[in-house]
């Protein structure tokens, strides 16, 4: 199974622009260069903060840029995204019996988890697994099927990173998920997004993949306290198959016009520039 991970689109009404940027030119090139290279894919996934401000006019912008892909969509709630403005524009979009944006997929090569951390009342942008919803996730992690890979899928990190402003707004009760887990089963593979960074490593066992922000990015900045550095890198989806014996993860930018060349070619090899 192949499919395509997005993260933190934060869409604006159409005509708007956020940090100096349109979401919706940055989402409408991935959309066409999926459309394009990945027609075997199985769906894709965007892992929360769909639109900045949770406002009605920016999903509905979203949902007319999304109408363009030809792969089926998961999407996510993350702490910018407001429930009920999303379900007007996305009313097909699953949710379980308490209302919460996520699910249990069953695939034939996978089984996907999506969570919702989404804390509509926080004072900040932290995350929150309620004791509903941790009820779900022990649901999904204890019924999927045990014959394949069990994917999970959250915006915000249960853990610190080291960037310094963004690690005070992840989840805020990390050892009430962990503790789900170890009673229940161990998820293959972690995705989430919120940092806007490509980050990956193993969080008690668990490998992991924070995907790079669609939209504005967060600097890379160890050391800066008080507020969260950003910066206009360019963007890129994730490319994940899961194979018998792997999990593979391709990081592709799809707005890169640069010079394409083979590093065979003794010509291109010794050219100054291109």
């Known amino acids: 199974m192949k ?3 997005l993260t933190d689109t934060h869409f604006v009404a159409r005509g708007r622009r956020i940090y100096g940027l349109d979401p919706a030119e940055r989402l409408s090139a991935a959309v066409a260069r999926i459309n394009r290279e990945h027609p075997d894919i199985a769906f894709v996934i965007v892992t929360g903060d769909l639109a900045h401000w949770g406002e009605e006019p920016a999903y509905d912008n979203l949902a007319s840029v999304l109408a363009g892909l030809r792969a089926p969509t998961m999407l996510m709630m993350g702490n910018h995204d407001k429930r009920e403005a999303f379900a007007k524009f ?3 979009v699953p949710r379980d019996a308490n209302g919460f944006v996520q699910t249990m997929q069953v695939f034939e090569a996978a089984t996907i988890v999506t969570l919702d951390t989404l804390n509509e009342a926080a004072p900040d942008h932290s995350g929150l697994l309620c004791d509903a919803r941790l009820a779900f996730l022990e649901h999904a992690l204890a019924e999927a099927p045990a014959d394949r890979p069990l994917l999970l899928f959250q915006h915000h990190p249960p853990f610190d990173t080291g960037l310094r402003y963004m690690d005070t707004i992840r989840l805020a009760n990390p050892d009430a998920e962990w503790e ?12 989430m997004g919120h940092l806007h960074r490509p980050i990956s490593g193993v969080w008690r066992g668990i490998p992991y993949h924070i995907q790079r922000g669609l939209a504005h990015q967060v600097a890379f900045d160890l050391v800066a306290e008080g507020h969260i550095p950003g910066s206009h890198e360019p963007p890129d989806y994730a ?3 899961v194979e018998a014996d792997r999990i593979v993860i391709h990081q592709c930018s799809f707005m ?8 065979h070619d003794s010509v291109a090899l010794h050219r100054v520039s291109f």
């Open 239 to 241: 490319h994940v198959s």
């Open 256 to 263: 890169y016009d640069g010079p394409l060349f083979s590093l």
């Open 90 to 92: 996305f009313p097909g």
């Open 3 to 5: 499919f395509v991970v």
């Open 180 to 191: 789900v887990i170890a009673r229940t089963r161990t998820p293959d593979y972690l995705f």
